[in-house]
């Protein structure tokens, strides 16, 4: 049994710390076994225990010795047992520490935003479906902490609830609309961190006034500047105008027949904000995104299309400059476009029915504990998903490396 001749290293030495709830006659396998062909079965690929357990048969001899299997690979109902019975917040934790080893939020963007597992709601019963509330890190790509409530509307208690299992310290906060709650920001501060809280219709006096302000101001700088410039041209000498709490950054896209301007005023002023009911509040934003996509006709012809226009507002808790607002603002898109759309179309997430005690939750961890993997792992970064898995299949001591000497080495 390889492992149990060295010391264990980062992800293993905290697997090996969960405790394992089976009675006597159930540990034919330690729990330790039971993550590792987790982990080599759903880089090879799989998404279901049924096959995987299958394809892990076929290696039994290899996994006999890597691990000192004394009753060989284990069933499909030994994984699915498993992840439904071992403590979530045990689980959490061990996730938590290994990433503490690994990574440190302060000066980091973090987002938060909430994924419903669809297929694993309870119809008969018309129940909703599952949601875990994930945290991003946005300059890694990497996953940095779960939970799960039991509906979309209850994400508003599962952000406060997985801030208080992250070390926030020093980081950036970003959050979509639903976030935008008085109690979430001032955990935020409170938590040593800043904010950058979307504004939508379920605040929406506090929308428009944002919006009436920056437009006003925007409207007023159009004038203003047009002024200078007529009187630049004269020969007048024009004094600094770097006081200005508004600033603008734009931003060209043109990529698969779409054109995409953004543009990003930052008002670093709260006088448009109630400030007894968001004291803290420093900077108001707001990002206009006009969208045109070109369309061809059969002789391949261009389509003038409409052009798309939607207007987002941010309230900040701190002062900073246009260019910083838009890394904000784009950067929490990536939990979405990235660790979201991952989840989905790569692991099948959303088609997960695995529901029984703590199974959504557990294997929603063990998915993100893998999308980590391989993101930390500098040998497949220029990959696709299926190059990924065929590199893993053809490579099993890669993945050994992965788990006990790689990571540990670079981070």
């Known amino acids: 049994m390889r492992y149990r001749n060295e010391n264990l290293n980062d992800l293993a030495r905290h697997f090996d710390e969960i405790e394992d709830p089976r009675g006597k006659q159930g540990k034919q396998h330690r729990l ?14 799989h998404k279901d225990f049924t096959n995987m357990a299958a394809d892990l048969k076929y290696h039994e001899k290899f996994f006999t010795e890597l691990l000192g299997l004394k009753h060989g690979v284990p069933s499909h109902d030994t994984f699915s047992t498993v992840f439904s019975i071992i403590s979530p917040g045990e689980f959490l934790e061990c996730f938590l520490n290994w990433m503490a080893g690994i990574l440190r939020l302060r000066g980091k963007h973090v987002a938060f935003d909430g994924k419903a597992v669809r297929a694993a709601c309870d119809k008969v019963h018309g129940k909703q479906a599952p949601v875990l509330v994930n945290a991003y890190l946005v300059q ?19 952000i406060p609830e997985l801030m208080d299992w992250l070390d926030l310290e020093g980081a950036v ?30 605040q929406p006096t506090l929308l ?19 002024r200078n410039s007529r009187l630049e041209k004269k020969g007048y000498k024009i004094g600094n105008t770097n006081n200005d709490p508004l600033d603008v950054h734009e931003e060209f896209e043109r990529d698969h027949g779409r054109i995409e301007r953004r543009t990003y005023y930052i008002l670093n002023d709260n006088a448009c904000v109630n400030l007894s009911d968001w004291p803290h509040v420093m900077s108001v934003g707001l990002v206009y995104r006009e969208r045109l996509v070109i369309k061809r006709n059969e002789d391949g012809e261009i389509i003038n299309g409409e ?54 939750e557990n294997l929603g961890l063990m998915r993100k504990i893998i999308y980590n993997l391989m993101k930390l792992d500098g040998n497949v970064q220029r990959m696709s998903m299926k190059a990924k898995e065929v590199y893993y299949k053809n490579n099993p001591d890669a993945i050994w490396q992965l ?3 790689e990571i540990p080495s670079q981070y």
């Open 403 to 405: 788990i006990f000497r």
């Open 307 to 360: 052009p798309s226009m939607e207007c987002s507002a941010y309230i900040i808790s701190k002062h900073m400059d246009a260019r910083e607002f838009a890394s904000y603002a784009r950067g929490h898109w990536g939990i979405e476009n990235s660790l979201h759309w991952v989840l989905d179309d790569y692991f099948r997430e959303d088609r997960c029915t695995a529901r029984i005690k703590h199974a959504t």
């Open 140 to 158: 890694t790509g990497i996953c940095v902490g779960q939970i799960r409530v039991d509906e979309k509307t209850n994400e508003i208690k599962g």
């Open 208 to 226: 428009s006034d944002i919006i009436l302000d920056v437009e006003t101001r925007i409207h007023e700088k159009i004038i203003r500047d047009a």
């Open 173 to 202: 906060v970003s959050i979509d609309a639903i976030g935008c709650q008085k109690e979430i920001a001032e955990l935020v501060l409170l938590n040593g961190a800043d904010f950058v809280l979307q504004v939508k219709d379920n």
């Open 32 to 45: 330790i076994d039971v993550f590792i062909l987790t982990i080599y079965g759903v880089l090879w690929g």
